[in-house]
Protein backbone atom coordinates (compact mmCIF):
# COMPACT_ATOMS: atom_id res chain seq x y z
CA UNK A 1 0.00 0.00 0.00
CA UNK A 2 1.40 3.56 -1.14
CA UNK A 3 -0.29 5.71 1.65
CA UNK A 4 0.38 9.06 0.55
CA UNK A 5 -2.31 11.50 1.18
CA UNK A 6 -1.09 13.95 -2.13
CA UNK A 7 -2.76 10.83 -4.12
CA UNK A 8 -6.30 11.45 -2.46
CA UNK A 9 -6.53 15.06 -3.11
CA UNK A 10 -9.17 14.53 -6.10
CA UNK A 11 -11.28 12.45 -3.88
CA UNK A 12 -14.85 13.98 -4.05
CA UNK A 13 -16.38 14.69 -0.93
CA UNK A 14 -19.08 12.37 -0.81
CA UNK A 15 -16.26 9.59 -0.94
CA UNK A 16 -13.95 10.78 1.30
CA UNK A 17 -16.88 10.92 3.93
CA UNK A 18 -17.72 7.61 3.25
CA UNK A 19 -14.64 6.17 3.37
CA UNK A 20 -13.65 7.64 6.42
CA UNK A 21 -16.59 6.08 7.63
CA UNK A 22 -15.60 2.94 6.37
CA UNK A 23 -12.45 3.39 8.10
CA UNK A 24 -14.21 4.29 11.46
CA UNK A 25 -16.40 1.01 10.92
CA UNK A 26 -13.82 -1.07 11.20
CA UNK A 27 -12.14 0.74 14.51
CA UNK A 28 -15.41 0.77 15.92
CA UNK A 29 -16.35 -2.86 15.23
CA UNK A 30 -12.90 -3.89 16.45
CA UNK A 31 -13.47 -1.94 19.65
CA UNK A 32 -17.06 -3.63 20.38
CA UNK A 33 -15.91 -7.50 18.89
CA UNK A 34 -15.73 -9.77 21.88
CA UNK A 35 -12.49 -11.36 22.89
CA UNK A 36 -8.95 -10.55 24.61
CA UNK A 37 -6.27 -8.36 22.18
CA UNK A 38 -5.73 -5.19 24.28
CA UNK A 39 -3.47 -4.59 21.19
CA UNK A 40 -6.13 -4.06 19.12
CA UNK A 41 -8.07 -2.27 21.27
CA UNK A 42 -5.60 0.27 21.69
CA UNK A 43 -4.98 0.54 18.37
CA UNK A 44 -8.72 1.05 17.75
CA UNK A 45 -9.53 3.60 19.69
CA UNK A 46 -6.40 6.05 18.59
CA UNK A 47 -7.88 5.37 15.31
CA UNK A 48 -11.15 6.30 16.22
CA UNK A 49 -9.36 9.17 18.00
CA UNK A 50 -8.00 10.04 14.43
CA UNK A 51 -11.23 10.35 12.95
CA UNK A 52 -12.71 12.71 15.26
CA UNK A 53 -10.01 14.87 14.94
CA UNK A 54 -9.91 14.91 11.10
CA UNK A 55 -12.82 13.49 8.91
CA UNK A 56 -15.00 16.56 9.01
CA UNK A 57 -11.71 18.29 7.96
CA UNK A 58 -10.78 15.85 5.35
CA UNK A 59 -14.55 16.02 3.55
CA UNK A 60 -14.63 19.61 3.44
CA UNK A 61 -11.27 20.92 2.45
CA UNK A 62 -9.77 18.25 0.04
CA UNK A 63 -6.49 19.96 0.06
CA UNK A 64 -6.17 19.75 3.85
CA UNK A 65 -2.91 16.80 3.65
CA UNK A 66 -2.75 17.00 7.27
CA UNK A 67 -6.38 16.04 8.02
CA UNK A 68 -5.73 13.48 4.78
CA UNK A 69 -2.79 11.69 6.63
CA UNK A 70 -4.73 11.41 9.74
CA UNK A 71 -7.19 9.25 7.78
CA UNK A 72 -4.48 7.42 6.17
CA UNK A 73 -3.77 5.92 9.65
CA UNK A 74 -7.39 5.82 10.73
CA UNK A 75 -7.52 3.31 8.32
CA UNK A 76 -4.51 1.58 8.33
CA UNK A 77 -5.07 1.15 12.33
CA UNK A 78 -8.47 0.28 11.27
CA UNK A 79 -7.27 -2.53 8.94
CA UNK A 80 -5.01 -3.67 11.89
CA UNK A 81 -7.39 -4.11 14.71
CA UNK A 82 -9.82 -5.09 13.05
CA UNK A 83 -7.82 -9.17 12.95
CA UNK A 84 -9.91 -8.98 16.37
CA UNK A 85 -13.13 -9.25 14.38
CA UNK A 86 -15.77 -6.97 12.52
CA UNK A 87 -19.68 -7.29 13.50
CA UNK A 88 -23.19 -6.66 12.31
CA UNK A 89 -22.54 -3.24 10.19
CA UNK A 90 -20.31 -5.30 7.55
CA UNK A 91 -22.65 -8.39 8.21
CA UNK A 92 -25.41 -6.32 6.58
CA UNK A 93 -23.38 -4.30 4.64
CA UNK A 94 -21.83 -7.04 2.36
CA UNK A 95 -25.24 -8.69 1.32
CA UNK A 96 -26.81 -5.01 0.35
CA UNK A 97 -23.41 -4.31 -1.65
CA UNK A 98 -23.63 -7.65 -3.33
CA UNK A 99 -27.14 -7.37 -4.23
CA UNK A 100 -28.21 -3.13 -4.85
CA UNK A 101 -24.22 -2.40 -5.54
CA UNK A 102 -24.29 0.73 -2.78
CA UNK A 103 -20.80 1.85 -1.79
CA UNK A 104 -19.70 -0.41 1.08
CA UNK A 105 -18.54 2.39 3.18
CA UNK A 106 -22.06 4.48 2.81
CA UNK A 107 -23.66 1.37 3.86
CA UNK A 108 -21.78 0.86 6.70
CA UNK A 109 -22.29 4.31 7.81
CA UNK A 110 -25.83 3.96 7.46
CA UNK A 111 -26.26 1.03 9.30
CA UNK A 112 -23.77 2.06 12.07
CA UNK A 113 -26.28 3.36 14.59
CA UNK A 114 -28.98 0.71 14.67
CA UNK A 115 -26.07 -1.50 15.19
CA UNK A 116 -24.44 0.33 18.02
CA UNK A 117 -28.14 0.41 19.59
CA UNK A 118 -29.11 -3.72 18.97
CA UNK A 119 -24.99 -4.40 20.70
CA UNK A 120 -26.06 -1.44 23.70
CA UNK A 121 -26.40 -4.13 26.27
CA UNK A 122 -23.07 -5.56 25.34
CA UNK A 123 -21.00 -2.61 24.64
CA UNK A 124 -22.42 0.20 26.91
CA UNK A 125 -19.34 0.28 29.27
CA UNK A 126 -16.80 -0.07 26.33
CA UNK A 127 -18.86 2.88 24.97
CA UNK A 128 -18.28 5.21 27.88
CA UNK A 129 -14.96 4.79 27.81
CA UNK A 130 -14.65 5.38 24.27
CA UNK A 131 -16.46 8.76 24.67
CA UNK A 132 -13.99 9.76 27.55
CA UNK A 133 -11.33 8.94 25.38
CA UNK A 134 -12.40 11.20 22.57
CA UNK A 135 -12.86 13.86 25.34
CA UNK A 136 -17.28 14.25 24.50
CA UNK A 137 -18.45 15.76 27.53
CA UNK A 138 -20.81 13.96 30.10
CA UNK A 139 -19.11 10.25 28.61
CA UNK A 140 -21.80 7.29 28.01
CA UNK A 141 -23.44 5.54 25.47
CA UNK A 142 -25.41 8.02 25.10
CA UNK A 143 -22.87 10.14 24.29
CA UNK A 144 -21.52 8.21 21.73
CA UNK A 145 -24.17 7.38 19.91
CA UNK A 146 -25.40 11.10 19.51
CA UNK A 147 -21.21 11.58 18.54
CA UNK A 148 -21.92 9.01 15.64
CA UNK A 149 -25.14 10.48 14.42
CA UNK A 150 -23.88 14.30 14.50
CA UNK A 151 -20.98 12.82 12.57
CA UNK A 152 -22.82 11.54 10.29
CA UNK A 153 -24.98 14.31 9.46
CA UNK A 154 -22.27 16.90 9.14
CA UNK A 155 -21.03 14.44 6.43
CA UNK A 156 -24.22 14.42 4.78
CA UNK A 157 -24.87 10.65 5.44
CA UNK A 158 -28.27 9.49 4.49
CA UNK A 159 -30.09 8.33 8.11
CA UNK A 160 -31.88 5.03 6.71
CA UNK A 161 -31.54 2.61 4.04
CA UNK A 162 -34.04 3.46 1.62
CA UNK A 163 -32.45 6.45 0.81
CA UNK A 164 -30.13 3.85 -0.85
CA UNK A 165 -32.93 2.17 -2.92
CA UNK A 166 -32.94 -0.74 -0.45
CA UNK A 167 -36.68 -1.68 0.24
CA UNK A 168 -38.23 -4.30 2.56
CA UNK A 169 -38.90 -6.59 -0.28
CA UNK A 170 -35.06 -7.54 -0.46
CA UNK A 171 -35.17 -8.42 3.78
CA UNK A 172 -36.00 -12.05 2.92
CA UNK A 173 -32.78 -12.45 0.13
CA UNK A 174 -30.41 -10.19 2.94
CA UNK A 175 -30.80 -11.51 6.52
CA UNK A 176 -29.74 -15.07 5.61
CA UNK A 177 -26.69 -13.72 3.25
CA UNK A 178 -25.92 -11.72 6.15
CA UNK A 179 -26.22 -14.47 9.21
CA UNK A 180 -23.75 -16.58 7.17
CA UNK A 181 -21.47 -13.48 6.55
CA UNK A 182 -17.73 -13.87 7.94
CA UNK A 183 -18.21 -11.05 9.84
CA UNK A 184 -21.21 -12.21 11.85
CA UNK A 185 -19.83 -14.31 13.91
CA UNK A 186 -17.75 -11.62 16.10
CA UNK A 187 -20.54 -9.46 16.66
CA UNK A 188 -20.57 -8.60 20.46
CA UNK A 189 -24.88 -9.91 20.65
CA UNK A 190 -25.34 -13.31 18.70
CA UNK A 191 -26.96 -12.78 15.34
CA UNK A 192 -29.19 -15.32 13.41
CA UNK A 193 -31.81 -14.12 10.78
CA UNK A 194 -34.82 -12.66 12.20
CA UNK A 195 -32.79 -10.35 14.67
CA UNK A 196 -30.81 -9.35 11.09
CA UNK A 197 -34.10 -9.23 9.48
CA UNK A 198 -35.24 -6.90 12.43
CA UNK A 199 -32.09 -4.77 12.02
CA UNK A 200 -32.28 -3.94 7.94
CA UNK A 201 -36.14 -3.42 8.68
CA UNK A 202 -34.96 -0.41 11.35
CA UNK A 203 -32.76 0.46 9.10
CA UNK A 204 -34.48 0.78 6.17
CA UNK A 205 -37.69 2.66 7.60
CA UNK A 206 -35.03 5.12 9.96
CA UNK A 207 -36.26 3.80 13.69
CA UNK A 208 -33.35 4.08 15.87
Not at 24 to 32: F, G, Q, R, T
Not at 86 to 113: D, E, I, R, T, Y
Not at 115 to 127: E, G, S, T, W
Amino acid sequence: VIADPQLTVGLPPHLTAAVGMDALSHNLEALCAPGFHPMADGIAVEGIRRVHRSLRRATAEGTDLAARADMMVASTMGATAFQKGLGAMHALSHPVGAVVGSHHGLLNAVVMPYVLVFNRHAIADRMTDLARALDLPNPSFDTLLSWVLSLREDLGIPHQLSALNVGEELVDQLAPMAAVDATAATNPVALDVANLSALYRQAIRGSL
